[in-house]
């Protein structure tokens, strides 16, 4: 991450909370269901923005609607895969495209695992969130802007034992943000990749269960809320963050921190 254009940005980094206004914007968070996504849809929406999120299932909306509560947020019964449904989706504009949907599996040494599962993987990972960001561009260009968040992972830069599906997913969503910010930056287009650091969510259970690699063996209780980078997110998404597009951002970074008013690490 570049510090000098944080610093320059947020000369004010140690104040109080800076103001997260997204009045008059529309998002969409892939795999807003639950967990991470579930986080940003309840920041984004607090933060004033209208959102919209995918699932996989009726249960899933229905489920994420009643942990809301009160705020308000649209579920749409969609599977990222679904080329013709997510072109549908984008029949609406959106300001604020969040791709977050993912999958872990599967989880294995090379030699264990089906082409077909490793290929789901990648669909799913990278080439449904190059749909979504290519669906999103249309129409952000032609409207003269948009933000672009795309969830990293440290995975895609050090491989893990057991995940060399995702982990070369990750490896090209990171290099889809370059590409996007090297063709579209000058057109209005904030683009991100951020990692949001080991979160305590359901993804991080089957992790847990398969006791493959170091990162399974991270005890629940060192985990972080999904409230943290989800308020990070909701930062990216102001104008606040400008000088940091097209980069891959990790939220252990210190400077990154105090800009989204998070705690610091221990």
Known sequence: MDRHALLRLNPTRHCRRPTMTLTGKTALVTGGN????????????????AVHFTSRSAAGIAAAQRALGDIPATGHLVNMTDRLAMTTLFDQPFDILVNNAAIIGPIGRI?????????LNIDTNLTAAFHATQLALGQMVARGGGTIINISSGAAHR?????SAYCAGKAGLAMLTRAVHM????QGIRIFGFAPGVVDTDMQGTIRASGINPVSQLPRESLAPADH????IAWLCTPAADAL???????RAPDLRAAADLPPLA
Do not use: F, H, N
Request: hydrophobic letters at 45%; a negative charge.
């Open 245 to 251: 597009a097209g980069q891959e951002l990790d939220i």
């Open 111 to 119: 030699l264990d695992v089906s082409v077909e599962d490793w290929a």
């Open 229 to 232: 980078p989800a308020r990070a």
């Open 159 to 163: 491989p893990q034992e057991g995940w």
């Open 183 to 186: 063709e579209y930056g000058d």
């Open 34 to 49: 639950r967990g991470i996504g579930l986080a940003t849809v309840r920041a984004l929406a607090l933060a004033g923005a």
